[in-house]
């Protein structure tokens, strides 16, 4: 059959249009290719910057908490650094969440981190400053301490002069007894001086009297006698006027006593004790005392 001029024609078109379609559908393609390798690339880039801030994002607060640490150590202001921690880690947590690319969220992110990066070289200076300056308030307190060691040693030393200036006048101050004489006296009530026989007597005189001393103050004072008889006991008799005293806790007895009011008179004092029976026969001792410390004694013998 032969080709007419019209077939051929027709055949020509079909080819032009064929033609045409596979190379739109090739460029539909190509397009279609073209704009996913874009995208794929783009969330590629997407996901490694992602991976690089969260990491930034994760050192840096980190570091900051290592900041705040030292610094609350050194006695620094770290209320606004815990504040911007949080919100570091909040925004970490938010790119996470961010499954497809954002490009406004990662410039931001990127801007703080430059910012935050400049933060941590500022605190790096202000942790330098801080124990610069502890260092210098421990050297001060040092220094302190040592005057105020200085200080204490001193007074603790004027205080012991004063304790020792006391006890030296306390000492001082202390009455004494003398011109001690010891009198029996018997029945008819005549005295005589020193040693006698248990039968001629049934009281005992004592006299004294109180030192001058200027440096005792005008006071009020018990004055007590103890005479001791051979076996080494006080005698005592409560109904005759004798009593007790206490010396750091323990009980002391004392065969007779008076209170005095000392004026530095070198006043005259008399004790008249009457045992009402014969003494014992042997050394006696009479001890004379000024409230609680012993101001004279002396000693006598029964025959």
């Known amino acids: 059959m032969t080709e007419t ?31 996913y390798t874009a995208k794929a690339a783009l969330q590629t880039e997407y996901e ?9 994002l994760d050192s840096i607060s980190t570091q900051l908490n290592d900041r705040i640490l030292e610094i609350s150590k050194l006695g ?14 909040s925004q970490r947590d938010q790119l996470q969440r961010t499954r497809r690319a ?18 941590l070289v500022a605190k790096d200076e202000e942790i330098a400053e801080l124990k610069e300056l502890n260092t210098k308030l421990l ?27 006391q006890q030296q006048i306390s000492l001082a101050a202390k009455l004494k007894a003398e011109n001690i004489s010891f009198y029996n006296i018997n029945s008819r009530g005549k005295e005589r001086e020193g040693d006698f026989r248990s039968r001629q007597a049934e009281k005992v005189k004592v006299t004294f009297n109180l030192a001058e001393n200027d440096v005792a103050p005008v006071a009020g004072h018990q004055i007590m ?3 001791i008889d051979p ?9 005759r006027g004798s009593g ?12 007779a006593m008076q209170e005095i009011v000392f004026d530095n008179s070198k006043q005259a004092l008399s004790f008249v004790y009457d045992k009402g029976s014969e003494f014992e026969k042997g050394d006696h001792k009479i001890i004379i005392w000024s409230d609680t410390y012993e101001i004279g004694r002396t000693s006598f013998n029964v025959k």
């Open 5 to 35: 001029p019209e077939n051929k024609k027709r055949d020509q078109i079909r080819i032009i249009l064929i033609v045409a379609i596979v190379v739109i559908a090739l460029g539909a393609g190509a397009k279609i290719y073209m704009d």
């Open 48 to 56: 490694e910057t992602k991976l690089r801030l969260g990491n930034q």
């Open 76 to 89: 620094g202001d770290i209320d606004s650094l815990v504040v911007l921690k949080d919100s570091i880690t």
């Open 102 to 119: 954002n490009k406004a969220l990662i410039q931001r992110l990127d801007r703080k981190v430059t910012g935050y990066q400049e933060l």
């Open 139 to 165: 050297s001060e307190n040092n220094v302190l301490k040592e005057e105020q060691n200085e200080l204490n040693a001193t007074i603790n030393k004027a205080e012991q002069k004063q304790q020792e200036l």
């Open 225 to 227: 006698i103890q005479v």
């Open 231 to 239: 076996a080494g006991n006080v005698i005592f008799d409560v109904a």
């Open 244 to 255: 007790s005293f206490q010396i750091d806790g323990k009980e002391f007895f004392y065969t």
